[in-house]
């Protein structure tokens, strides 16, 4: 079994709709990142999150440490919320992080 | 403030041969990743340095190898090059290991 699962892995939607990806996972982690990553390859870090909430924008990320799960929303989508997002988990061995990482979910957003 | 920068963006080898690819951490970072990223494993750990030392290694066989120098840039090194090492490598940075990790564009290797 995976250590992160996430889901759904495609998810194709009208603009306006609101979005949920969630991912959860089997070990203890030291933070949870969602990452986003367009057609080319390059990604960008969304959030990192160690408990709670955080909001940027029309995203929202969330994170229950006792459910090892997280969600990630996004409001009012849009298409150039197109996109691949992963999950990943971070650990601290030795004081350096190591990132583990979902599948990722295929998001396509249709005007 | 520039970016994470790797280079080259493109590279086509052939089987066999070796290659190396640089990366260019954000100004003040001392902490550089690797990961390997293919349709079929996704994206997998391969190496982390901190002051020109390897801290954390992946699965990954020892024809993978990196190094970092003073400047905290880093290059990582494949030799005999497989059909399989063909993939998208991209490297992050973060200012000291742990913390939120900043992405380069990769570089996307093709094998033939």
Not at chain 1, 12 to 41: D, K, M, R
Not at chain 2, 43 to 65: D, I, M, V
Request: hydrophobic share 35%; glycine share 10%; aromatic share 8%.
């Amino acid at each position: 079994k995976n250590e992160v699962e996430q889901s759904p892995q495609n998810l194709t939607a009208q603009e306006g709709e609101f979005i949920t990806i969630n991912c959860s996972y089997s070990v203890g982690i030291s933070a949870l990142h969602w990452l986003q990553q367009h057609p080319g390859g390059g990604i960008v870090s969304l959030f990192m999150l160690s408990s709670g909430k955080k909001k940027h924008g029309r995203l929202i990320a969330t994170i229950n440490i006792q459910e090892k799960h997280s969600s990630l929303h996004i409001t009012a989508s849009h298409p150039r919320d197109s996109a691949v997002y992963i999950c990943a988990l971070s650990t601290l061995i030795q004081g350096a992080q190591k990132l583990v990482f979902g599948q990722g979910t295929r998001l396509t957003i249709n005007p | 403030k520039a970016g994470v920068t790797q280079t080259p963006r493109y590279l086509i080898k052939t089987r066999g041969q070796q290659v190396t690819l640089s990366c260019s951490p954000i100004s003040g970072h001392r902490s550089v990743s690797w990961y390997q990223q293919t349709p079929g494993q996704g994206l997998q750990f391969l190496f982390e340095y901190f002051s020109e030392t390897q801290r954390n290694k992946g699965n990954f066989p020892g024809r993978f190898s990196g190094r970092q120098f003073s400047n905290s840039r880093s290059e990582m090194n494949v030799s005999t090059l497989e059909l399989g090492d063909s993939a998208l490598y991209l490297c992050a940075s973060s200012l000291a290991g742990a913390g939120e990790a900043f992405f380069g564009q990769g570089t996307r290797l093709t094998v033939v």
